[in-house]
T-cell receptor, first 110, second 116 residues
Framework: GQSLEQPSEVTAVEGAIVQINCTYQTSGFYGLSWYQQHDGGAPTFLSYNALDGLEETGRFSSFLSRSDSYGYLLLQELQMKDSASYFCAVRYSSASKIIFGSGTRLSIRP | GAVVSQHPSRVICKSGTSVKIECRSL??????MFWYRQFPKQSLMLMATSNEGSKATYEQGVEKDKFLINHASLTLSTLTVTSAHPEDSSFYICSARPYSGANVLTFGAGSRLTVL
């Protein structure tokens, strides 16, 4: 079967840095992506890693280690608007099927 | 950028009726679209893969006669929840690859279905 594990909740302070980890077990692997979802909204794409290493996009960075089946999303200079759920997702088939983790609810306090 | 439009955003219906949800790619052609279902504070569960001009591929445990999917054109896929029951109440989200070979998805805004 396919499974992705990530923490259910994380709390951080405005202006700080937070890391959300994701481990996966899938039948295939084509890449790890991260999505942000605010309450009542649709997921929006944040970052994608197909190869090992760090990808940086503004305040957000994402890391992948395929040998460890592990990745993380790093959020810097946290802002109140970053309070949301964050999902890691793995494309596991050539047909572009993507499976999502259970989501990490990030709460930011002043 | 690639935009996926989903309609309606909210719908309330009586038990036993059918509801149709539309998903359109506005500025690109999508040969494949994906339908997800999400319960409150839970993850997105892939229901089916919608293929233009052919039958949808359903994930294990998803009733194809209950959730009818039609992908009649390169820009439109529809999900019809037939004979809806209160347990079908959920957030339904469609998505598509913004271009051929893309490894990430563009999502519609979602449709919140409430069955009374």
């Amino acid at each position: 079967g396919q499974s992705l594990e990530q923490p259910s909740e994380v709390t951080a302070v405005e202006g700080a840095i937070v890391q959300i980890n994701c481990t996966y077990q899938t039948s295939g692997f084509y890449g790890l992506s991260w999505y942000q979802q605010h309450d009542g909204g649709a997921p929006t794409f944040l970052s994608y890693n197909a190869l090992d290493g760090l990808e940086e996009t503004g305040r957000f960075s994402s890391f992948l280690s395929r040998s460890d089946s592990y990745g993380y999303l790093l959020l810097q200079e946290l802002q109140m608007k970053d309070s949301a759920s964050y999902f890691c997702a793995v494309r596991y088939s050539s047909a572009s099927k993507i499976i999502f983790g259970s989501g990490t609810r990030l709460s930011i306090r002043p | 950028g690639a935009v996926v439009s989903q309609h309606p955003s909210r719908v309330i219906c009586k038990s036993g009726t059918s509801v149709k949800i539309e998903c359109r790619s506005l500025d690109f052609q999508a040969t494949t679209m994906f339908w997800y279902r999400q319960f409150p504070k839970q993850s997105l569960m892939l229901m089916a893969t919608s293929n233009e001009g052919s039958k949808a591929t359903y994930e294990q445990g998803v009733e194809k006669d209950k959730f009818l999917i039609n992908h009649a054109s390169l820009t439109l896929s529809t999900l019809t929840v037939t004979s809806a029951h209160p347990e079908d109440s959920s957030f339904y989200i469609c998505s598509a690859r913004p271009y051929s070979g893309a490894n990430v998805l563009t999502f519609g805004a979602g449709s919140r279905l409430t069955v009374l």
